[in-house]
């Protein structure tokens, strides 16, 4: 080390460590893709996990700034893949289906964010909201205002969060002031890619509200912007709702399908974030095999608002990848514990089961190969990023009780997604560094 290096910041999270080296099985609650590392050491060095070692064993070197989580959970942050920034507002309204639900609730909403003043506490609210339910990456709508991504964006590159943005494109059959134009919609999105895509861990995708809310021109402008800039990511909806999908076959005739509007825009690739994805059918998921696109399920939003049962076991045997979102505001929790308990009932509807291993999975490590990010994030490997949290295993005696009577580390992970919440959360670490505490861990 030179005299003007500074020495490494080393950190040490003492807990049971838990994350996945493959993909678990359909089903299989034994699985070989599960690493369970008990009582260890995760080994952070300026902000990067360069390994882990039994807690008995002595840290190598010395300098270590050690947080001692001793008995608790410790997990790769969630990864959230769709959810809606500005929705804070309308989480848990009352009583329509979707389309009825946005014009009655969201878009009135939104307006609110053409405000530098709204958008940029609306920014630091839900950006906070997210650590706070162990949230530490996120792919997520703010509004048609250039200014609601502008300082959601700059928000989170000040915490050093990963997160995928971008402003939302409404040019038709949205409120007045609601609506952008071609032009000018892209005039924003160059100004904004260009100054934030790939800054930090920062990411634009280019934002379609979904189809029916923007012409045929404004898709034909999207999809030249994903064609042009490299590694920039394309998020919609898609297939929620019948009264929607129906709405599309009218605006769109010439189209097969829902999704394949966005096909016929240049919208559908390795980066493209789908949401709901409900009503497909198997050709649509054959093109989701194809192009290497996503749908971000949201189960919780799927039941609030009565949308439909999404098939998981279809999607992945046709060859298509499968993330959770929590979807708030249609979504009732930020929480991806309550996320996962509703994607459990949603296939138990359908008589299948949904493992704790397979919902882990696919809000982390799974959610973070969808988005070519697993390099970075989604699991304890050397070299990813240190977005970790800390968790209790039980936050009350209804809780602590069931902890103590379960017989296998699958019963145990999944009676905590049925009964945890943000009240379990204990910290969140970004890049190693803390950005929530519940409680102060021992030093």
Excluded at 314 to 329: P, R
Excluded at 355 to 384: C, M, N, V, Y
Excluded at 419 to 437: E, I, T
């Amino acid at each position: 080390m030179t005299p003007t290096e500074a020495p490494p910041h080393r950190l040490a999270l003492r807990g049971d460590l838990l994350d996945f080296t493959a993909t678990p099985e359909w089903g299989a609650v034994h699985s070989p893709a599960v690493r369970w590392r008990p009582d260890h050491w995760l080994l952070v060095e300026d902000g990067r996990i360069t390994g882990a070692q039994p807690a008995d064993a002595p840290l190598p070197g010395e300098g270590w700034e050690r947080h001692d989580h001793r008995g608790r959970l410790v997990l790769p942050g969630f990864i959230d893949t769709h959810v809606h920034s500005p929705q804070l507002d309308v989480i848990g309204s009352y009583g329509t289906e979707l389309l009825d639900w946005l014009n009655t609730y969201t878009f009135p909403a939104e307006s609110r964010y053409a405000q530098a003043a709204e958008s940029e506490a609306g920014a630091a609210r839900f950006v906070q909201a997210l650590l706070a339910h162990g949230t530490t990456t996120a792919v997520v709508f703010p509004t048609v205002h250039k200014i609601s991504a502008e300082l959601l964006m700059a928000e989170a590159h000040r915490r050093g969060m990963r997160l995928i943005t971008g402003k939302v494109l409404m040019d038709r059959n949205a409120p007045d002031n609601l609506r952008d134009d071609v032009v000018q919609a892209e005039r924003d999105c160059v100004e904004l890619i260009e100054r934030w895509h790939g800054r930090g861990r920062l990411a634009y995708a280019v934002t379609v509200r979904f189809a029916p809310t923007s012409t045929p021109e404004q898709l034909a402008m999207a999809g030249a912007l994903c064609a042009a800039y490299p590694g920039l990511y394309m998020q919609t909806h898609v297939a929620e709702n019948r009264e929607e999908v129906a709405w599309v076959q009218q605006l769109f005739p010439e189209a097969r399908s829902y999704l394949d509007v966005y096909l016929r825009a240049g919208l559908m690739n390795e980066r493209s974030v789908l949401a709901h994805g409900i009503w497909l059918d198997a050709e649509d998921r054959a093109v989701l095999r194809d192009t290497g696109a996503q749908v971000a399920h949201s189960p919780s939003s799927n039941l609030f608002l009565g949308s439909g049962l999404f098939d998981w076991r279809a999607t992945e045997e046709a060859g298509g990848q499968v993330s959770l979102a929590s979807d708030v505001g249609g979504g009732t929790s930020l929480s991806m514990m309550r996320t996962v308990l509703d994607a459990y009932k949603i296939q138990a509807l359908q008589g299948q089961r949904l493992t704790g291993w397979k919902a882990l999975h696919a809000a982390t490590l799974g959610a973070a190969q969808a988005l070519r990010l697993d390099h970075e994030i989604g699991s304890f490997e050397p070299g990813r990023l240190a977005d970790v949290c800390v968790w209790d295993w039980a936050a009350d005696p209804v809780a602590e009780r069931r902890m103590a009577v379960v017989q296998s580390l699958h019963e145990q992970l999944f009676a905590w997604f049925t009964l945890a919440d943000d009240r379990n959360l204990a910290a969140a670490y970004v890049q190693g560094v803390p950005q929530f505490s519940r409680t102060p861990p021992v030093g």
